[in-house]
């Protein structure tokens, strides 16, 4: 089990994990009132150990499982329910979940009574390895995701692996782009990967590697907790072209997209002599061991369209987290006509 200290501005989070986390530290909170936030999949799976863990007397909130409840209508009724339930304001709501539930979940730990405990138990691979810890939450709203949240950091993160084991392949597919994305972004991660390259869904490497991947976000939301100076933002990396693809095409994982879109960007990095020699061809590869062909898409000039409205651009030009070395990314700017014709270029194929 290894421990991280988060010291945020706003509130300090202790993350911990490894196998038995779960075990160990998630029954302290039934000392006092706390209120389970989960989702129909993961209730069906894991109510006796809730029960085991907590009493069969909880209060507790199933979602539908899946982003179509990530709104406000469901934030309200967690809400309501919380209040129904007599909570007070030094309850702790649990977050017992993927990232749909940590981001709804969190976003009525803060609303309620102006904001009361959050624990993060993240139970799906991209939530233990990005979602659950930097407290980000929030909720969609008129197709547009996220577009109401705020920064809420929990106050104990529990990520145990146990819950990988019945997570479906896509699923563990999904979180690996996230890691692939940290390798780009952390040397020592990097190395890890490209030496377990076909060994990446194995549970015990996952356990070691989610350690390093929590870490880095760690360290770099200690440094830019609000997103404002810039290290933040390079958490995005393939972000921009993959939330594109998502938001037109839409029919794989986010992790899915982050990959793919990492694929592209890394071309782009490439092509303007941004990111050479055999790390590039090396982070290549590695992507492709996670997604072993990268589809072709008739339509960029459609979907790059989406990448406009990307919040990390501040003018008319196309903002991308490019990889450059080791270790190493930089931001880069492009019009639109410009970053259209190198995804065209890049097309799919190569
Ligand atoms: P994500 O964590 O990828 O952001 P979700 O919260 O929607 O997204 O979780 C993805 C899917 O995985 C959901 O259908 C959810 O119910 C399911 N899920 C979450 N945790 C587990 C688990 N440990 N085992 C199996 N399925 C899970
Ligand atoms: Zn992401």
Redesign the pocket.
């Known amino acids: 089990m290894q421990e991280i200290h988060l010291t945020a501005q706003s509130h300090n989070s202790v993350i911990r994990c490894g196998q038995g986390v779960f075990e160990t530290y998630a029954p302290k909170y039934k000392e006092g009132q706390f209120f389970i936030v989960t989702?129909?999949?993961?209730f069906a799976?894991?109510r006796h150990l809730l029960w085991e863990t907590f009493g069969i007397n909880i209060n507790i909130k199933i979602l539908p499982?899946?982003?179509k409840s990530k709104t406000h209508k469901y934030l309200f009724e967690i809400l309501k329910e919380m209040l129904n339930c007599g909570m007070r304001r030094n309850c702790t709501v649990i977050a017992f979940?993927?990232?749909?539930?940590?981001d709804i979940a969190g976003l009525a730990a803060a609303l309620y009574m102006r904001g009361v405990n959050l624990v993060q138990i993240?139970?799906?691979l991209?939530?233990q390895v990005d979602?659950s810890v930097g407290g980000k939450t929030a909720v969609d709203m008129c197709g547009v995701k996220n577009v109401i949240g705020t920064f809420y950091q929990p106050q104990e993160v529990l990520a145990d692996p146990r819950?990988?084991e019945?997570?479906?392949e896509k699923?563990i597919r999904?979180?690996l782009g996230e890691i692939v994305k940290y390798g780009a972004l952390d040397g020592g991660i990097f190395a890890k990967l490209t030496e377990n390259k076909n060994n990446l869904k194995d549970l015990r490497f996952l356990s070691e590697i989610i350690y390093r991947c929590i870490a880095h976000k760690a360290k770099v939301v200690k440094d830019d907790e609000r997103d404002l100076n810039g290290l933040r933002k390079t958490l995005n990396m393939g972000h921009s072209t993959g939330h594109a693809l998502e938001l037109y095409y839409g029919k794989k994982?986010?992790?899915e997209y982050v990959l793919i879109g990492m694929y592209f960007e890394l071309f782009i990095a490439r092509k303007l002599g941004i990111c050479t020699g055999q790390y590039a061809e090396e982070l290549k590869s590695l992507i492709l061991s996670v997604i072993k062909k990268i589809p072709y898409y008739a339509d960029l000039e459609k979907a790059a369209d989406y990448a406009k409205f990307d919040k990390k651009n501040n003018d008319e030009k196309i903002s991308l987290i490019v990889p450059k070395a080791l270790g190493e990314s930089t931001e880069i700017k492009l019009g639109l006509e410009e970053y259209v014709k190198l995804l065209k270029e890049c097309g799919g194929g190569l």
């Open positions: 989702d129909s999949n993961v799976l894991y499982a899946g982003e979940g993927g990232g749909v539930v940590g993240p139970t799906t991209l939530a979602s819950f990988l019945t997570l479906p699923e999904c979180g994982s986010h992790g």
